[in-house]
């Protein structure tokens, strides 16, 4: 099925990129509901998942709202304000869903469960708790991989803006996903799990890379607001690589061995006691180093139920990166 979208000169105008944490946990948590799905996401997926499940979240408001195929909560996605607003801004878009689009996106999905019944019949308090469980699954299984996931998502945009600013807004369209085509004024998108509609041309286009919608596209059309397009950010394939670490004699002399060690050892998240079991250090050590290294911003702390597990910043990813040649 091909569904196609009239496009003006007013929405060639108003397209526009965003980054959206929201679409992340919204992929992400579906990619977790399905063990053989995406090989591109095993190394994240082995690591979350175990969480996710002691936590309790694998069951909970999140596991209505986004079920393993088909339909998405739409209220889940609200447009982005900013080219890439945060968390916290998204959640209370999130919360200020009105009623009736919360009743009208429950009928869609036809759950109900109580948490769904609750939801339904008392949207502040419902909505409330569905965002308290976002913050849990964002703490367990997105923010220690924020910085990298980031940086993805960041670098497809500004290609994608130069590709406009290069060779057009068709060109850029025609290049996002194998589906997605351009021609003669209309968008045509090739998808029989997915639609993009709406009453009238006019009101622009938002297009938000992401790293794990791959490898399908997926859409969102309310009426009186741009449709929404997600697709698979350029570079997917290489975010779990293991990141460059020649540098570590260069940093090892104004951080010292141990520190630099550490961060070397941060290329996936981990607790102190991880890191005092393959750095060998104490685990006293290692949690002094460890403050020290977050007060300078090169790794940051997040809560796994008893746990904290640390994760290195992008500022650090650079630092222990090969150093470019001379020009």
């Not at 175990?50 to 339909?71: C, E, K, T």
């Amino acid at each position: 099925m091909e569904y196609v979208l009239d496009f003006s000169a007013a929405d060639l105008a108003q397209m526009r990129f965003a980054v959206s944490p929201m679409w992340e946990v919204v992929t992400g948590f579906r990619l977790l509901r399905d063990p053989a799905a995406s090989p591109l996401h095993q190394c994240w997926a082995a690591q979350v998942r175990p969480r996710v499940v002691r936590a309790g979240l694998h069951a909970g408001w999140l596991a209505d709202l986004i079920p393993p195929r088909g339909y998405l909560a739409d209220f889940l996605n609200p447009v982005p304000a900013t080219p890439f607003p945060t968390l916290a801004a998204e959640l209370g878009a999130i919360r200020a869903s009105t009623p009736e689009q919360l009743r009208r996106d429950l009928d869609k999905l036809g759950t109900t469960s109580p948490r769904m019944q609750l939801l339904y019949e008392d949207p502040d308090a419902g909505l409330e708790k569905v965002a308290a469980e976002i913050e849990a699954y964002w703490e367990l299984a997105l923010a220690p991989y924020w910085a990298r996931v980031r940086q993805l998502l960041e670098a497809d945009v500004f290609h994608r803006a130069r590709q406009v600013a290069e060779h057009g807004a068709a060109h850029v369209l025609n290049e996002l996903h194998e589906t997605v085509r351009w021609d003669d004024g209309t968008l045509g998108l090739v998808h029989r799990q997915c639609s993009l509609t709406r009453d009238q041309p006019g009101s622009g286009l938002l297009l938000v890379p992401s790293a794990f919608a791959w490898p399908r596209v997926l859409t969102r059309s309310l009426a009186g607001e741009p449709p929404q397009l997600a697709y698979p950010a350029r570079g997917v394939g290489n975010l779990w690589e293991p990141r460059g670490t020649t540098a570590t004699e260069a940093v090892a002399a104004v951080l010292g061995r141990s520190r630099t060690m550490l961060l070397a050892e941060l290329d996936t998240p981990a607790s102190t006691t991880q890191l005092a079991r393959s750095s060998g250090l104490s685990p006293a050590g290692v949690s002094q180093h460890l403050t020290a290294l977050r007060d300078a911003g090169l790794v940051t702390a997040h809560r796994s139920g008893r746990s904290v597990l640390y994760a290195r910043t992008a500022v650090a990813d650079a630092l222990l990166a090969p150093a470019g040649p001379l020009t």
